[in-house]
């Protein structure tokens, strides 16, 4: 007896439809190129007026632009591996100095293209991009020369065409390029140095890290003139960095290489003083807000995203491009959709964090239709308080204000305002606590407040440790939250908090961040560093 299944049916199959992602799957090539420090808005394509990318400009216009574009930490290290895993920054775990190595149990972009038959090569500038931190594993080839210039990208970009010249006819291969040309310090070579400054700088001390960080540590304020001078040696960089990529894109499409993927992004953006620190500490727009351009040879562009995606959406992204399977837990999601011209109603939002002279955090997310940007400030925390610079703001809801202080080194005057308005001044010494319980102007409602102490001084210029911090005073109790909240879509820079005008869009987003929780994958290595690598995280102001 013959038994005859759904299969044995003579009526005809219904043709399969078309999914909008075949022309998307199986292109030969992946150029993945990651530019350290550069910041979304100073690129024309995202709005700036000043001529810093005239070539990627023309060139994203031929693929997709996400407009919304974060990554989860102003840091190179933990940025990269949350790109190079899917997986946001307390679930790989590599927080340096002391965690930094990948655990071996989480797979790696490069190991899964590896593990699919790709040939694989990765070429980096060091420091926190030096293999030994788990970035060189999947590679077949790879270098990581420790920075010393802003040039180092021809290098950098040549050993990638090297390796594309190498490449067999049939070969699939995956390409990874980082660079730190657009990386304090901002010395692009001439002619470029002048581009956007009538009087650079006669060597780049002057636009050192350690000179940056007097600002962020506390020692003074920058004036006007010098804040202009470092956006235009910032953006001059940008511009160089422009012609080499403009370069590399013509060389890699001579070699006949055409049907390739090309993703442009970075780990991080740079502060330029925008919310009173330089470099990259703080998890505002300017260090978290990254430019992502993908290009597609079935992509015709422009296309624009205005959807929040983050750093750890690109590697389901690629193994999805790539058809590999993702190899294990992931946070991401792919942006496939959207490269797919796919009707797409995401409900997606952008979490950073950093610890540096504070705790900071941000959520990123639309509310009504319109993008929100929450930061929550809280100070770093010791044994018995938290130390402070000049001065520490936080929200405070009780009529009564309760404070116990300690002055650093030497008496000070401390001033304390409440919604701007001066209330009380506090005498502190150095050598015992001082506490005062201050009643505030209104009995209920949240009041922010203000504390701001006369001067400050670093231990490490007292001798008394490496601790390089300008310190004024510490408050007993470190839980001293501030929330501020930004209306993106009509305030871009983030210059304009409206937690007052806002406050349910303010509770919401925090209940959504206090809410919000990580399980670690796997416990992550530590490895001393070697001279070398010491001397090149120094050049880049790391340590």
């Known amino acids: 007896m013959t038994l005859c299944l759904a299969a044995c049916s003579h009526e005809p199959e219904a043709p399969l439809e078309p999914s909008p992602y075949d022309p998307l799957l199986g292109t030969r090539g992946y150029i993945f190129l990651s530019v350290d420090t550069l910041r979304a808005d100073h690129l024309g394509i995202y709005g700036s007026d ?50 930094n190595m990948l655990s071996e149990q989480i797979p790696t972009l490069p190991e899964t293209f590896l593990g699919a038959g790709f040939r694989t090569s990765g070429h980096t500038e060091g420091g926190f991009m030096h293999g030994a931190h788990g970035f060189a594993r999947g590679f077949e080839v790879f270098s990581d020369d420790p920075f010393e210039a802003s040039t180092d990208v021809e290098d950098t970009y ?28 901002y010395f692009p070579p001439e002619p470029y ?36 001078f470092l956006k ?103 942006l496939m959709p959207y490269l797919a011209g796919a009707e797409y109603v995401p409900d997606r939002a952008a979490y950073g964090e950093v610890q540096y002279l504070d705790q900071q955090r941000s959520w990123v997310r639309r509310v009504d239709g319109e993008l929100y940007l929450l930061v929550e400030h809280l100070p770093l925390a010791d044994a018995d308080g938290a130390w402070v610079s000049r001065s520490l703001s936080f929200d ?25 308005e001066p209330l009380a001044t506090v005498e502190m010494f150095s050598d015992r606590w001082v506490e005062e319980a201050l009643e505030l102007p209104r009995a209920t409602g949240s009041q922010r407040i203000e504390l701001r102490v006369d001067g400050c001084v670093s231990p490490l210029s007292l001798g008394l440790s490496d601790d390089y911090r300008c310190l004024g005073f510490k408050i007993a109790d470190p839980q001293r939250r501030l929330l501020r909240l930004y209306n993106l879509s009509r305030d871009p820079n983030a210059q304009q908090d409206v937690s007052k005008t806002s406050p349910r869009i303010l509770r919401e987003l925090a209940r959504q961040l206090e809410e919000k929780s990580f399980e670690p994958v796997a416990a992550p290595g530590q490895r001393p560093l070697d001279e070398e690598e010491e001397n090149a995280l120094k050049a880049l102001g790391y340590i």
């Open 193 to 228: 140095r002048g581009l956007f400054e009538s009087n650079p700088p006669s060597s780049p001390e002057s636009v050192s890290a350690d000179h940056i960080g007097t600002v962020n540590s506390g020692f003074r304020d920058p004036d006007p003139g010098e804040v202009d």
């Open 396 to 420: 405070h809801s009780d009529s009564t204000l309760k404070l116990k202080v300690l002055a650093f080194h030497q008496p000070r005057r401390l001033e304390v305002r409440v919604d701007g």
């Open 158 to 185: 040549e050993r990638g065409l090297e390796f594309l010249r190498g490449l067999e006819k049939d070969d699939r291969f995956f390409l990874f390029l980082h660079t730190y040309s657009v990386h304090d310090p």
């Open 50 to 99: 000043r001529q810093t990318s005239p070539f990627l400009d023309a060139l994203a216009r031929r693929g997709v632009v996400f407009e919304q574009a974060y990554a989860h930490a102003p840091a190179t290290l933990i940025s990269h591996m949350s790109i190079f895993t899917g997986l946001y920054p307390q679930e790989h775990g590599v927080v340096p100095p002391a965690n």
């Open 232 to 334: 235009g040696q910032y953006d001059a960089g940008l511009r160089y960095f422009d012609s080499v990529l403009e370069r590399f894109v013509s060389q890699v499409e001579a070699l006949g290489l055409t049907d390739v993927t090309w993703i442009i992004t970075s780990d991080h953006g740079e502060e330029l003083y925008d919310h009173g620190r330089l470099l990259h500490t703080q998890t505002y727009p300017e260090s978290l807000r990254v430019p992502l351009i993908v290009l597609h040879p079935s992509i015709t562009g422009p296309r624009r995203v205005s959807d929040v995606v983050r750093s750890i959406d690109l590697a389901p992204t690629l193994w999805d491009l790539a058809g590999i399977e993702a190899p294990g837990r992931v946070s991401g999601s792919s």
